[in-house]
């Protein structure tokens, strides 16, 4: 089984979702010692915005030959300016490529890449999730859930961990909780 592991916040060792992405994958590899790890740190060695050379190589980027090589795909980001990092958006780019991980039909786009497994270790410094007031802005976890749904992974799993920004204690007791659910990840059935 081939695990990929992508970060992209930029907070280097001060990360929150580094930590987290970093447990999943430790548990994942504690549970399955065979799991073969593939590191892509998108901040260390960042990719350019996407262009009409990349976008047409007929072979392909590497981006995306390691992700369509990989079972599952552990993925750390940070919430910045209400979605995800640009480090991981020019990712992206390389991976929704028509005719690889989708294509149009005559009823609408299909997903190509359905059986992977996809958890997403997410930080975000304001309270976003379901009642919250700034639930309408949430542009990360909502963006993502909606790209991996386009080529066909419907479920991904996300350890959240949010309201880091409202001081150090709220910052400890949410990164503590994260954590303690990321020590306990299994792949998703
Ligand atoms: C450039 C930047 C932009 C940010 N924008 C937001 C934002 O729009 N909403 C929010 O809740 N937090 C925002 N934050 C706070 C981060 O989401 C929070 O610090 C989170 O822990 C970042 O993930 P990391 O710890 O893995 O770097 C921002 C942080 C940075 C550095």
Same mark, same amino acid.
């Given at each position: 089984?081939?695990?990929?592991?992508?970060?992209?916040?930029?907070?280097?060792?001060?990360?929150?979702?580094?930590?987290?992405?970093?447990?999943?994958?430790?548990?994942?590899?504690?549970?399955?010692?065979? &799991?073969?790890?593939t590191?892509?740190?998108?901040?260390?060695?960042?990719?350019?915005?996407?262009?009409?050379?990349? /976008?047409?190589? @007929?072979?392909?980027?590497?981006?995306?030959?390691?992700?369509?090589?990989?079972?599952v795909?552990?993925?750390?980001?940070?919430? =910045?300016?209400?979605? &995800? @990092?640009?480090? /991981?958006?020019?990712?992206?780019?390389?991976?929704?490529?028509?005719?690889?991980?989708?294509? =149009?039909?005559?009823?609408?786009?299909?997903?190509?890449?359905?059986?992977?497994?996809?958890?997403?270790?997410?930080?975000?410094?304001?309270?976003y999730?379901?009642?919250?007031?700034?639930?309408?802005?949430e542009?990360?976890?909502? =963006?993502?859930?909606?790209?991996?749904?386009? &080529?066909?992974?419907?479920?991904?799993?996300?350890?959240?961990?949010e309201?880091?920004?409202?001081? @150090?204690?709220?910052?400890?007791?949410?990164?503590?909780?994260?954590?303690?659910?990321?020590?306990?990840?299994? &792949?998703?059935?």
């Open positions: 089984m081939k695990l990929l592991h992508i970060d992209s916040s930029i907070t280097g060792e001060n990360s929150a979702s580094r930590a987290i992405s970093a447990a999943i994958v430790s548990a994942l590899t504690t549970a399955d010692p065979a &799991i073969e790890v590191r892509r740190d998108l901040a260390a060695d960042a990719l350019p915005h996407l262009t009409l050379d990349v /976008l047409g190589a @007929p072979e392909g980027t590497p981006e995306l030959a390691e992700f369509l090589a990989s079972d795909i552990v993925i750390g980001a940070g919430m =910045y300016n209400f979605t &995800i @990092p640009s480090q /991981l958006k020019a990712w992206l780019d390389r991976v929704l490529i028509a005719g690889q991980t989708f294509r =149009y039909t005559e009823t609408g786009p299909v997903g190509l890449v359905g059986d992977k497994k996809v958890i997403v270790a997410l930080a975000r410094g304001g309270l999730s379901e009642g919250n007031p700034s639930a309408a802005v542009h990360a976890e909502k =963006y993502l859930r909606a790209v991996l749904g386009f &080529i066909g992974i419907d479920n991904p799993t996300f350890v959240v961990a309201g880091l920004a409202s001081g @150090p204690e709220a910052r400890e007791k949410a990164v503590a909780q994260a954590l303690a659910d990321a020590g306990t990840m299994a &792949i998703p059935a």
